[in-house]
Every structure is written in C-alpha cells, then in structure tokens.
C-alpha cells in the first residue's frame, strides 16, 4: 500500500493562491490514479479533483472548476492540487488517496490510501 503526505496547507486571503503538494512512498505511482478530497468544518468529505494514472485525463468538482488544477510528477512521485482564486468556502482539510487503477472517480469508497490531510483557510 502506498503512503501518502501532503503538505503546503496555510493560511490564504480569498483571491489568491495555494499550491498543495502529496508526496507518496512505498510504491510507485505510475499504476495509480490520484485523487484530492476536502473535508469542511462540520461537513463530510466531498470530491476535489482526480488525476488518471498518466496523466492524461482529469475531473473535477463543478465548484472548483477553473479554478483548480490536479497535476503529478511521476518520475517524483508526487502529486499536486494548484488552487487559483481560492474563496471562504474553500476552507477545509484537504486530503490525497490513491486508487490503484487506470480509471480516476469521484467517489470517497473508490480509493484505498489516504494522506493525514493539510489544512486550508481562506479568509475573507
């Protein structure tokens, strides 16, 4: 199983932007697809985006749509969540899973590893 950590949480005024990496270990992540989740205050965990195993087909959220963009380095094995134009209710704690497949969804039950989650707070 791979492990995941993210990292690059903070602090963000409402318009500006966040960088979220999730390093993984224990396994490569060519053969994984990728996913971000985000849990808000008092709410349960929802879908951000999601990244095939090449890299070559994303999702995403309807609320984050350009605004967000999942990316990955495999030869790092990393991947990334670039957050452009963050707003209040973006505040959350963010999460990386990992599924290994070829096929990216959007379901919290699809995915089999999780990071401990970053923090972010957008304020307003």
């Known amino acids: 199983q791979v492990q995941l950590v993210e990292s690059g949480g903070g602090l963000v005024q409402a318009g500006g932007s966040l960088r979220l990496p999730c390093a993984a270990s224990g396994q490569t992540l060519r053969t994984y697809c990728m996913g971000w989740f985000r849990q808000p205050p008092g709410k349960e965990r929802e879908f951000v985006a999601a990244?095939?195993?090449?890299?070559?087909?994303?999702l995403y959220a309807d609320s984050v749509k350009g605004r967000f963009t999942i990316s990955r380095d495999n030869a790092k094995n990393t991947t990334y969540l670039q957050m452009n134009s963050v707003k209040a209710e973006d505040t959350a704690v963010y999460y990386c899973?990992?599924?290994?497949?070829?096929?990216?969804?959007?379901?919290?039950?699809?995915?089999?590893?999780w990071g401990q989650g970053t923090q972010v707070t957008v304020s307003s």
């Open positions: 990244i095939s195993n090449g890299g070559t087909r994303t």
């Open positions: 899973a990992a599924r290994p497949s070829i096929i990216p969804l959007t379901t919290v039950n699809g995915y089999n590893s």
